[in-house]
């Protein structure tokens, strides 16, 4: 007989199970589990796996409560013991979801892509960022197929290249700025500055050192921290365009 689930007492029984499959040789196995702590525990927060598992017990089907077979659990596992299965399960496994959750996870995974875009590029003949409408209407002309397993900005940069392939006027964006800092601080802060920024377009050394830079929009704020700690809040920190440029898809990501 199959250990009982734990469930919170302000739930009903079954509500909250999370599935997560493992196979080996034609063979499945699942553990009960809750859902965000899954998630937690894969991501290194949860660190206590009892506060993931809703029983130890290792199924051969969860919903109908079948028990895997011991001979099963030792030939796919080389143990038998429950806990540490249930390790590799969470590991290994596949987590199970609802159609309703695959097509709420496709519809938020699809946006985040199109918002990605939106921030890293513009209209190479405006200037201007797109709409988050304009990116999206273009997935779907294309027919782009988002891949759950697949990180969101890799496939932003797929996508960026199909645009391209078709004729969409989108390059990716950088941001250009002008740095003022202490003369004396220059040589201090320089290599810290090269490996936040892209290209350098001047550089003078004058009473001030001061540069004018391309970078990732993403920096932007690591490079304002930097200046305002490293001179005591004597540097500045200017934003003066928005240039087009050829970036990499390293430095995108």
Excluded at 15 to 23: E, F, G, L, S
Excluded at 169 to 186: S, T, Y
Excluded at 192 to 200: F, K, M, S, T, Y
Aim: hydrophobic residues 35%; contains cysteine.
């Amino acid at each position: 007989m199959a250990a009982p689930l734990k469930q919170p007492q302000t739930q009903k029984p079954l509500t909250n199970v999370a599935v997560v499959r493992y196979k080996y040789k034609n063979k499945r196995f699942e553990i009960a589990c809750y859902k965000n702590k899954v998630l937690s525990w894969r991501g290194g927060v949860e660190k206590d796996i009892s506060e993931v598992l809703q029983t130890e017990t290792i199924f051969k089907n969860v919903q109908r409560g079948i028990e895997a077979p011991t001979k099963d659990l030792k030939q796919a596992f080389k143990t038998t013991n429950e806990m540490e299965i249930c390790k590799i399960i969470l590991e290994k496994g596949q987590l199970q979801v609802s159609k309703k959750e695959r097509k709420d996870g496709l519809e938020a995974k699809f946006k985040e892509i199109a918002t990605i875009i939106c921030d890293k590029c513009v209209n190479k003949e405006t200037q201007k960022p797109f709409p988050v409408s304009v990116i999206e209407n273009a997935m779907k002309e294309l027919h782009f197929n988002i891949k759950m397993n697949k990180s969101s900005k890799v496939q932003a940069i797929e996508l960026i290249n199909v645009m391209k392939e078709n004729k969409m006027p989108i390059e990716r964006a950088q941001m250009k700025l002008k740095i003022d800092i202490p003369k004396q601080i220059g040589k201090k802060i320089k290599p810290d500055l090269q490996g936040l920024v892209i290209n350098i377009e001047k550089e003078l050394f004058g009473m001030k050192y001061q540069l004018t830079v391309y970078i990732d929009p993403g920096n932007y704020r690591p490079i304002c921290d930097l200046v305002n700690k490293t001179t005591k809040g004597k540097g500045s920190v200017q934003v003066l365009d928005m240039a087009v440029q050829n970036l990499t898809d390293k430095q995108l990501l």
